[in-house]
């Protein structure tokens, strides 16, 4: 955690009062809840009122996609909904909760939507009837997970907004490790999460239009403009704020974590490591690779004995056997994807850090390749 999200949390914990409270106390709480929003507004380049808290980026994603289509007052109804095939489990889980069609967007072999199919798709679909009271979701997010790869979220928009629908984006990598922009982006409704970028663990928010009505997932008490019940987690709230506030000072440290990054990367390819996302945008800090004949298992071991924490496919779903979806999505063969491993660097590793990870892996490695020779 940023050392400026542990202080403002730490401070926090000895609020007293409930936010939604009138007397002093509460109003207290208030005034920490609402310098939180305002800084991860600005972080998030969202509107005036469109910053709803919830505990992470899953719970956002949810709340996004099944309030949407929960919510009466919406004037159009969704019929459809559209998920890139590279998305976190979360927005697969959120679609198919809502009960309706969901059809999968292909993507490249770099992991990049395919832009001429969702142009094509959403054009047939759109007339195949009257929309007049209709529409569609779609879902793409902003960065992957896995291989850190940027999606062209603003032609996504333009595509989805010329054929009427409404698009969810899921930016719990990339905030805080890219400069974006909410309303620039062209998004309806994006989910972001703290702890990606330094904050603490167990919260997050979803960020939407103003206009856009939202049914919250649990019924209780108004909270969040009756968009999520539940009191507020001030504490962890007041430590994301502060954490959106470093991350947008610290933005100017891209060139420093890709830096980094790039110099592990030269090492794994100079030992035959095939590199995921290459040749397109990528996080700074994303290194996702293949290296033939070393399983993930026994590298994430072998990195793990010398104090290097990595993982293989997703961490949130580490432990799963089955090859990640998101390289298998890309077209990478199953004995590919499982000799994959992903390692991230953030706004807190250092050139050591890479050194550390290099050694480490170079020398496991070399003793794998020179046991199989
Ligand atoms: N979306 C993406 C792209 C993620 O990487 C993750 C978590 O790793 C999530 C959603 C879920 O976020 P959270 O862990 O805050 O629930």
Redesign the pocket.
Same mark, same amino acid.
């Given at each position: 955690m940023r050392p400026e999200a542990l202080e403002a949390l730490t401070a926090a914990l000895s609020i007293t009062g409930n936010a939604s409270s009138v007397h002093a106390e509460g109003r207290a709480a208030r005034a920490t809840l609402e310098t939180a929003r305002e800084e991860v507004r600005a972080l998030a380049g969202a509107p005036v009122g469109g910053v709803v808290f919830t505990s992470? %980026?899953?719970?956002a994603?949810h709340a996004g996609i099944r309030g949407l289509v929960n919510d009466g007052e919406n004037s159009k109804k969704l019929t459809k909904i559209f998920v890139s095939s590279v998305e976190?489990a979360?927005?697969f889980s959120a679609a198919e909760a809502t009960g309706l069609p969901v059809e999968k967007i292909p993507v490249d072999h770099h992991g990049v939507v395919d832009l001429d199919w969702l142009n094509k798709s959403l054009a047939d679909y759109t007339a195949g009837g009257d929309l007049s009271d209709e529409t569609v979701l779609v879902a793409v997010?902003l960065a992957?997970?896995e291989t850190g790869v940027i999606q062209p979220i603003t032609e996504v928009a333009d595509i989805v907004h010329s054929a009427g629908g409404l698009l969810l984006v899921?930016a719990?990598?990339a905030i805080g490790k890219i400069p974006l922009n909410f309303s620039m982006l062209g998004a309806d409704l994006m989910?972001i999460?703290a702890?990606?970028f330094g904050g603490p663990i167990g919260v %997050?928010a979803l960020i939407t239009q103003p206009n856009l009505p939202i049914a919250p997932l649990m019924g209780g008490g108004g909270q969040e403009q009756n968009r999520r019940a539940g009191t507020h987690n001030v504490p962890a709230i007041a430590g994301f704020g502060k954490a959106a506030l470093a991350a947008r000072n610290d933005l100017r440290q891209i060139d420093r974590i890709s830096k980094v990054r790039n110099s592990a990367e030269r090492v794994v390819k100079n030992l035959g490591a095939t590199v995921f996302g290459e040749g397109v945008d990528r996080l700074p800090g994303a290194l996702c690779f293949s290296a033939p004949g070393f399983s993930s298992e026994t590298q994430l071991m072998s990195l793990d004995l010398a104090g290097v924490a990595a993982s293989a496919g997703?961490?949130?779903s580490s432990g799963k056997s089955s090859p990640s979806h998101v390289l298998t999505a890309m077209g990478v063969d199953r004995d590919a994807a499982r000799s994959s491993l992903r390692v991230s660097f953030g706004w807190s590793s250092t050139d050591d850090d890479a050194q550390a990870f290099c050694d480490a892996w170079s020398e496991a490695y070399t003793r794998i390749k020179s046991r199989a020779a």
């Open positions: 992470g %980026g899953t719970e994603i976190h979360a927005v997010m992957n997970n899921d719990v990598q989910a999460s702890h990606k %997050g997703s961490a949130c």
